[in-house]
């Protein structure tokens, strides 16, 4: 009986373990498990007791190593986890608070989230105090690793009648619950600001509190779509403020309201503040010193600039360009040797004019706050109408319809008395040749360019002045050798032929400015810059009428082409990207990582059509086997960002890379998830390479399926 008893009491002590084990149990849900990621609903209240109206509950989130999701506020890509309440019963609503995020890097930007574990604090309020509650989440959360996958979780959890608390879930409830920032006035915020450019390119905060911050980081939210790269943040006055810089990488006005900031410091302080938006910049509370290259590599970096200017003379582009050097050396064959010296050091130094004067507009435009680059001036229509007018003159007087002439008092100061023609048109031709080289950029330059924008004043003129060398090499090379001119062919006939060419050729570049004129402001305007340039070509080819009157003419029909690109404005229809197949998505900046979260290999093509160097990659690379069909496969996405016109997007992307000039192509992939950036001359060899080490297999076979 002895041992009948005690296995009696066995049996009870066992039980009672089961039934208080259940009910420690009652108050979460099953734990719902997908891959990376466990799920469950917490509940501080093992059931309702009567007169409840608020339960206090949570959703945990357990996350593998490695693997991280996102906040309400993700950063540039990702999405935040969506809480469907719509099945529960007897729930009114659902209040969710958000802990405190952490800063992480994934595909090279900056996003917002957790990692490990995050349990979302609940308030929910009950339809019907008192009675029993069924709670039913669809919970939908994007995890990431190298890999994004979306996982969605069906919560439920059933509260009966009860009074029991769950000690447990209520101690990870309110742990979480203290991660979840403090309001300003709570938090002891003295003040705060934000200060957001006219060009949406920075977001500038500057935050007072009473308490001093430590380590502080900065989460702000600016709405929908909008992204926000690193800070820079400063902290001063024994750690009382805190002021921090963001560069603005995307924006969407439609969704802006006011700036919010979460501020933490370390992973057991935070608060939020709605601060107050001013119009003016917010100082520094201290400078930092940018560090200044040192000697060995202000002389590479100027070599790498002269050389590049060196190469602009072979580039695609040079074909005009050397029809212009030809035909200021067709008057040379009757002058001195003197006066070939000359007139070259005058092509040279209008070659350094324009030079000069590029760098210091760029200077102006970069201390301004306007994204400025090399070729630049092409996105704009203005410039491109007086250009096409210059040149229609130019192959005009090749063509023989009239001969330019100087004022007898300039071509005397300028010729020395009438010796000669005139030095004018050899500082022309420098500075024409130097104007319809800049489309290109060619190896090396882009690294010095990218240099001299980033740097100082200092550095925008040693690398354009070296620049500018390199392009008038040419130019220097006869000055320094006049007798070089003696080599060429004696005048005769073969002269006209020569003429008739070049004003061909001189043809063929107006015809490519006009194709970018269209593609920027459409077919009305550009049909209407061109007659008024003939109107101007028989014009200056009317010999009947008065100077006067042909001067005033000239000046009024000049004024029309400059304004007809803003009276005239229409935005071109949409045409195909591209012929091939290859099918090439527009550019998102965004949407890289998306595809590169989900295994595939992202081509970037920044191109516009004013770039030479763009097309003749497209030409001898991009359309031929074997890089043909490896941007045709399966995993692997060809994204186009077309630069024709300014766009904002783009020119943030470029300076990303501190790089101010097209071509730009980058390869992403599970392996390369950061890019990897290609030279400005790209081979078939250099793609196919950098395609196998960003994507996850070396396979190129697989072809897309694309719509038709």
């Known amino acids: ?27 979460t849900s099953e734990t719902v498990t997908k891959p990376a990621i466990k799920a469950r609903l917490l509940t501080v209240q093992d059931g309702i007791a009567e007169d409840t109206a608020t339960l206090s509950a949570g959703v945990q989130l357990q996350l593998d190593e490695g693997w991280k999701t996102y906040w309400r506020s993700p950063g540039e890509v990702g999405t935040p986890p969506q809480f469907d309440w719509s099945t529960s019963e007897n729930v009114a609503n659902v209040r969710l608070e958000w802990p405190a995020p952490l800063r992480f890097t994934a595909f090279g930007i900056e996003n917002f989230g957790y990692q490990g574990e995050v349990v979302f604090p609940l308030q929910i309020d009950l339809k019907e105090p008192g009675e029993p509650v069924s709670l039913s989440a669809q919970v939908s959360v994007l995890v990431c690793s190298d890999i994004c996958v979306p996982q969605t979780l069906s919560l439920s959890l059933t509260l009966p009648k009860g009074s029991g608390l769950d000690r447990q879930s209520g101690e990870l409830i309110a742990a979480f619950a203290r991660k979840v920032p403090l309001e300003d006035e709570q938090a002891g915020v003295e003040s705060a600001k934000a200060y957001i450019d006219d060009k949406r390119t920075e977001l500038i905060v500057d935050v007072t509190i009473e308490k001093p911050l430590n380590t502080p980081d900065i989460f702000p939210e600016l709405g929908h779509g909008t992204a926000l790269g690193k800070p820079d943040v400063r902290v001063s006055e024994a750690g009382r403020r805190v002021w921090a810089q963001f560069p603005v990488l995307s924006f969407n006005e439609e969704t802006f309201d006011r700036p919010r900031l979460t501020v933490t410091d370390g992973t057991e302080r935070a608060f939020a503040v709605v601060p107050n938006v001013v119009a003016t910049a917010l100082v520094p509370p201290f400078s930092i010193e940018a560090l200044t290259p040192d000697l060995n590599e202000m002389i590479w ?33 009757n002058q001195s040797t003197a006066q070939v010296r000359r007139g070259f050091l005058a092509s040279a130094l209008g070659v350094m004019a324009f030079v000069w004067g590029l760098a210091l507009v760029l200077f102006v435009l970069q201390q301004m706050g306007i994204a400025v680059g090399w070729g630049l001036q092409f996105q704009n229509p203005i410039f491109l109408a007086g250009i096409i007018v210059v040149l229609i003159v130019f192959a005009g007087n090749l063509f023989g319809a009239f001969e330019i002439m100087l004022p007898s008092g300039l071509h005397n100061w300028l010729s020395k008395k009438g010796e000669g023609t005139g030095y004018k048109a050899d500082f022309l031709t420098g500075v024409f040749g130097a104007v319809l080289a800049t489309p290109c950029s060619a190896p090396l330059l882009g690294t010095a360019v990218a240099f001299a924008l980033a740097g100082r004043p200092i550095d925008i003129m040693l690398v354009f002045t070296s620049l500018g060398a390199g392009l008038a090499t040419p130019y220097l090379i006869v000055a320094a050798r006049p007798q070089l001119v003696k080599h060429l062919p004696k005048p005769g006939r073969w002269m006209l032929l020569l003429k008739l060419l070049l004003a061909v050729m001189l043809s063929g570049t107006v015809l490519w400015l006009l194709w970018i004129m269209f593609s920027l402001v459409g077919l009305l305007t550009t049909i209407t810059v061109l007659v008024l340039a003939h109107l101007l070509l028989v014009l200056l080819s009317w010999r009947g009428g008065a100077l006067r009157l042909r001067i005033l003419g000239s000046g009024l029909i000049v004024s029309l082409v400059l304004i007809t690109p803003i009276t005239l404005f229409q935005v071109p229809e949409a045409t195909a990207t591209s012929s091939s197949e290859i099918g090439w998505v527009e550019f998102d900046r965004g949407r890289i990582a998306q595809l590169v979260s989900q295994g595939q290999t992202v081509f970037v093509d ?34 186009r960002a077309d630069w024709t016109r300014p766009d904002e997007s783009i020119s943030r992307y470029l300076s990303s890379f501190n790089r ?16 990897i950036v290609l030279s400005e001359l790209l081979t078939s060899a250099q793609v196919i390479d950098a395609l196998t080490t960003a994507r996850k297999t070396s396979s190129l076979s697989t072809r897309k399926q694309t719509a038709p």
């Open 1 to 27: 009986m002895l041992k009948f008893g005690h296995l009696i009491k066995a049996v009870i002590v066992a039980g009672l373990t089961i039934f208080v084990a259940h009910a420690a149990q009652a108050a």
């Open 301 to 333: 970096i100027t070599l790498l600039a002269f050389l590049g200017g060196l190469i602009l003379n072979v580039m695609p582009c040079v074909l005009p360009v050397l029809s212009i050097k030809l035909s200021s050396a067709l008057k040379l064959g």
């Open 606 to 639: 920044v191109t516009a059509e004013w770039c030479l160097t763009c097309k003749a990659n497209k030409a001898l690379v991009l359309d031929r086997e074997p890089v043909l069909s490896a941007l045709a496969a399966d995993d692997v996405t060809a994204m």
């Open 660 to 675: 101010f000039g097209i071509p730009f192509n980058a390869v992403y992939g599970p392996n390369a998830p950061d890019g």
